[in-house]
C-alpha cells in the first residue's frame, strides 16, 4: 500500500491506499462531556472531535508526524511531498541587547538553536525561563515578518516591550493589535487572540495573518480553544511555535488541537532545572487546612465552592493572619483569587478586619488597565506592599517581587495552579500558602490535586501549618 501526503501550509492533504479508521483515531479526541450528548446517544456521533477530512483528505499540517507514524505502522509506503516554499532567513544571530547565554542561561541558546533547526513545535519552557527572551532571540535570528499572538492585554503591552528592548527596535518595527489599536509592525506585531478573531472578516486582518512567516503562539495551551485555533490554523506562516509552561496539560483532551497548529513538542525545559541552577526562587509551600462549614454532601459544585472557598469566613481569616505575619516580617505578599467577590472580600477584610493597617489594593479585570498597570509597577517598587488580584495575572503577566504567595481561591487545574505558582518565581525565595479544604468532597479532591502537581515538580518542600511565624521565619532565612 501507498499513500501521499501533500503539505500546502498549515493543511497538509493524504491520498492513497489506508485504514481511514486509524488515522481517524489519530487525528482526534474525546470531547470532554460527549456521554451526555444526545447525538452521542442516538448514534449519530462517536463522541470525538475530528481533525481529518475523509472525503478531501484535508488535516492540520502539524499532525503530520502523528499520522506518518500511523500509516508507517499499517504497513503502508508514504511519501511526503512539501510544496511550502521557506522563506530565507537573515541568520542575525541569537544574540540580544541586556542578555547573556552563560551558564546557567546556555539552555536559552540551544533553545534557540533547536527552534530554528526544527521549524515548527511546542516550546515547554518552566515560567521564569525567559519564553518571550527565546522568542525574541529567534526573531532576530530569522528576521522575517512575525506575529505572536497573546491572549491578553496586559501580554500584548508586555511583550510589545521586552521585543523592544531586546532587538533595540521602535513602535514602528514592534507594533501592536488590540485594545482597540491596530498598528502592525513592519518586523513584528504582538496581537491580541481575541482582537484577531474578531476582525477575521476584514482585509487587514487576513493580510496581516496571510502574511505572516514567523507565527508564535504564546500561552499557547489556550489553542485547545476554538478561537485560538482558527486563528492559528489560518497563518500559513512556514515557521510556527507555541510557547507554555504547561502546553499539553489539558484535562478537556484539547492537546491535540495545539500539535495540530504548531507541531509536536521540541523543547522541555523543567521547572527543577531552573531552580537548581538558581535561574528560579527557591519555593517553599505550605498547606493550611480549612475544616470549616461543613457542606451537605448533595450540593452542586459551585455552591460548595462558595460556600467552602469565596465566602467561607475561616478561609477569610486564616488568609487576613498570613498576610499579617508577612506583612510583619516585610514581605511582599501578593494575594491570587478565582473571582472579583472573593477579592472585594479579602479587600474589605484588610481594612475592617486586621490587627493593624496594611496598605494594598485589589485589581481585577473590569478596571481600568492603566489602574492596573500602576498597581504593579507600585507592588514592584515596593511602594505597595500586597497586592490582590484576579485571574488577570494567572497567565504570563510578570510580578517581579513577590516573596509570599497566597493562593486564596484554587480549583483543580494543573495550568492553572502551575501558572500562579510562577507568578512568585521571579526573585530568590518564595513561600507559598495554599489550602487543603475538607469542607466538602469536591474542594479536597481539588486540593489533593493541587498538592500532587506540586510534588511532582520535585523541587518544593512542603510542609503543612496553620499561621505560624515563627515557620515562615524559619523557611524564609535557612538558605541565608
Keep these: 500500500m501507498k499513500a501521499k501526503i501533500t503539505i500546502h501550509g498549515s493543511q497538509s492533504v493524504l491520498k492513497g491506499e489506508f485504514n481511514k479508521k486509524e488515522i481517524r483515531k489519530v487525528t482526534s479526541y474525546p470531547v470532554q462531556g460527549f456521554q451526555y450528548s444526545k447525538a452521542f446517544k442516538s448514534g449519530r456521533w462517536d463522541g470525538r472531535k475530528h481533525l481529518f477530512r475523509p472525503r478531501s483528505g484535508a488535516f492540520p499540517t502539524g499532525l503530520v508526524a502523528s499520522v506518518r507514524r500511523s500509516l508507517e505502522d499499517q504497513g503502508v509506503e508514504v511519501i511526503v511531498d512539501d510544496l511550502r516554499v521557506p522563506p530565507t532567513p537573515t541568520e542575525a544571530g541569537f544574540d540580544l541587547i541586556g542578555i547573556t547565554y552563560d ?42 515578518k512575525t506575529l505572536f499572538m497573546v491572549p491578553s492585554r496586559e501580554l500584548m503591552y508586555q511583550s510589545q516591550k521586552r521585543f523592544m528592548k531586546r532587538l533595540g527596535l521602535t513602535e514602528a518595527e514592534i507594533g501592536v493589535v488590540g485594545d482597540g489599536k491596530w498598528l502592525p509592525g513592519s518586523l513584528v506585531t504582538v496581537a491580541s487572540i481575541d482582537t484577531l478573531e474578531s476582525r477575521m472578516s476584514t482585509i487587514e486582518c487576513m493580510d496581516l495573518i496571510k502574511s505572516t512567516e514567523v507565527l ?41 488541537m495545539l500539535l495540530a497548529a504548531t507541531g509536536e513538542m521540541i523543547i522541555d525545559i523543567p521547572l527543577k532545572q531552573l531552580v537548581e541552577t538558581g535561574v528560579c526562587a527557591k519555593g517553599k509551600i505550605i498547606f493550611d487546612k480549612i475544616t470549616e462549614p461543613v457542606l451537605k454532601k448533595n450540593i452542586q459544585y459551585a455552591t460548595a465552592y462558595k460556600q467552602g ?24 505578599t501578593l494575594i491570587l483569587c478565582e473571582e472579583i467577590q472573593h477579592g472585594r472580600l479579602i479587600d474589605d477584610a484588610l481594612w475592617t478586619e486586621a490587627s493593624k493597617m496594611i496598605p ?40 517581579q517581587t513577590i516573596d509570599a504567595l497566597i493562593l486564596a ?4 487545574s494543573k495550568i492553572r495552579t502551575l501558572q500562579r505558582l510562577g507568578r512568585g518565581l521571579r526573585g530568590e525565595k518564595l513561600i507559598v500558602v495554599d489550602f487543603s479544604t475538607f469542607c466538602h468532597k469536591y474542594l479536597l479532591e481539588h486540593s489533593m490535586l493541587r498538592l500532587k502537581d506540586y510534588k511532582a515538580e520535585e523541587c518544593f518542600p512542603i510542609y503543612a501549618s496553620g499561621p505560624d511565624a515563627e515557620l515562615v521565619k524559619k523557611l524564609w532565612n535557612e538558605d541565608d
Excluded at 551558564?103 to 519552557?125: I, R
Excluded at 506562516?237 to 489539558?250: C, E, I, V
Excluded at 494594598?360 to 489602574?371: K, P, S
Excluded at 481561591?409 to 483543580?412: E, L
Aim: hydrophobic share 35%; aromatic share 8%.
Design 309 to 332: 472557598v469565596s465566602e467561607n469566613p475561616q478561609l477569610l481569616g486564616k488568609v487576613i493572619e498570613w498576610t499579617e505575619i508577612f506583612h510583619d516580617l516585610g514581605l511582599g
Design 409 to 412: 481561591g484554587s480549583r483543580k
Design 216 to 256: 508564535f503562539l504564546d500561552e499557547c495551551h489556550g489553542v485547545g480553544s476554538d478561537t485560538y485555533y482558527t486563528v492559528a490554523t489560518l497563518c500559513p506562516a512556514y515557521y510556527r511555535f507555541g510557547l507554555s509552561a504547561t502546553p499539553l496539560d489539558r484535562t478537556d483532551g484539547a492537546n491535540l
Design 360 to 399: 494594598h489594593q485589589f485589581i481585577h479585570g473590569t478596571e481600568d488597565m492603566d489602574v492596573r498597570k500602576a498597581a504593579i509597577e507600585s507592588f514592584d517598587n515596593r511602594n505597595l506592599p500586597v497586592l490582590i488580584a484576579s485571574t488577570i495575572l494567572d497567565q504570563g503577566v510578570d510580578v
Design 103 to 144: 551558564s546557567p542561561y546556555e539552555y536559552q541558546l540551544e533553545a534557540c538553536q533547536t527552534m530554528v533547526d526544527a521549524k515548527q513545535g511546542v516550546v515547554k519552557a518552566a515560567t521564569g525561563s525567559g519564553k518571550t527572551e527565546i522568542a525574541c532571540a529567534v526573531t532576530q535570528y530569522l528576521g522575517l
